[in-house]
């Protein structure tokens, strides 16, 4: 009866064998996570530099669980909150470059925040390695549900009118929040009272509440608050509407087509990180991306996911060259 004994060792041995080195390849994502053994061994940290529940903290979300999948180490948000997303980032900027912290930047902890802080902490083209960009984001103007304005020429001449007993609410100096409704209020040369908060999360849940009057915001955070109409939104900073809310008209559209601004997300290393782990990072986001488990809610959030070519390290780094000179100009310009 030896034989068979034997023969179930081994049958033991090869479903052993199967599920823990055979099945894995078969359902992982990208093979390079398997050609480069040693990385990762150890869960990742994913700094999000804004509270939970903003676009920042649900984009994060979205793409860690997939990258957690096919890296096959937790990838594990961690949010780090204040100064507009800066706190966060140099967070990130200064931790070991091993590939074990990344964190999750945009327009503006990566680009406006430099034109606003003059001590930054950090340079975002030379202190990061760029890992990929994840989604373009559009911005929306919206209001409290009760705000005395039905449009957009109405909401201008308002707070043209009021700006001393009107306020705007922001996720902090350098927000993507921020700096977007500051270029509309250089616009119009208004100088309403700020309302800063660790994120547009917590922002949305005092303009839904009425407590702040209006906001500057990322379209993956406005659509639901807009499809309940617990918020309303006068126009979309973008050439084209997004189809996400197409009842929302462009900036242009509704008067004001001076009024463009696009963010956007993307995935940043600390700088000297080894190539070959920023190549591995990149083959996780970037097959991240084309799950649909993040496709479907991305782009029904408003999200625009990027296409292949625009998901390369140097893609990215491209990127962020372009927008510090272009932020610099429109937050510094004088007023109109
Ligand atoms: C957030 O995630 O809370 C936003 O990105 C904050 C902002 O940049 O306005």
């Not at 900027?93 to 902890?109: I, K, N, R, S």
């Not at 390695?129 to 989604?135: D, E, I, M, Q």
């Not at 977007?180 to 547009?200: Q, R």
Request: with cysteine; charged share 15%; glycine share 8%.
């Amino acid at each position: 009866m030896l034989w068979f004994a034997q023969a179930a060792a081994l049958g033991r041995v090869a479903a052993v064998i199967a599920a823990t080195v055979v099945f894995p390849l078969l359902v992982s994502g990208p093979a390079v996570a398997q050609q480069t053994p040693g990385y990762p061994s150890r869960p990742i940290t994913l700094i999000v530099p804004f509270a939970k529940g903003g676009p920042t903290d649900v984009v994060a979300r979205l793409i860690s669980a997939e990258m957690t999948k096919s890296l096959r180490q937790p990838v594990v948000v961690e949010n780090v909150t204040g100064a507009g997303g800066t706190i966060g980032t140099l967070r990130a900027a200064q931790a070991l470059p091993d590939g074990y912290t990344l964190v999750l930047g945009h327009m503006g902890t990566h680009a406006a925040a430099v034109a606003l802080y003059p001590k930054l902490g950090y340079r975002p083209d030379v202190d990061f390695a760029p890992v990929a960009l994840v989604a373009r984001m559009p911005v929306l103007l919206l209001a409290r549900r009760g705000f005395p304005a039905s449009n957009l020429a109405e909401f201008l001449a308002y707070i043209r009118g009021h700006q001393d007993r009107i306020n705007v609410a922001h996720a902090g100096i350098g927000s993507v929040s921020y700096a977007s409704c500051m270029l509309l209020n250089h616009l119009l040369d208004i100088n309403p009272t700020g309302v800063p908060f660790n994120g547009t999360g917590p922002a949305m849940d005092a303009l839904v509440a009425g407590q702040v009057d209006y906001m500057c915001d990322q379209i993956v955070n406005a659509v639901l608050p807009l499809r309940t109409e617990v918020i309303k939104a006068y126009a979309i900073a973008s050439a084209d509407r997004d189809p996400a809310v197409p009842e929302v008209p462009t900036a242009a559209e509704a008067g004001l087509p001076q009024f463009q601004v696009e963010a956007w997300n993307a995935v940043f290393a600390p700088k000297n990180t080894a190539t070959e782990i920023v190549h591995i990072l990149n083959a996780a986001v970037v097959h991240a991306l084309d799950q649909p488990e993040v496709r479907a809610p991305m782009t029904g959030l408003g999200g625009v996911i990027p296409p292949p070519d625009q998901r390369t390290p140097g893609a990215l780094a491209a990127l962020v060259a372009a927008e510090l000179p272009k932020w610099r100009q429109m937050l510094k310009r004088p007023l109109p």
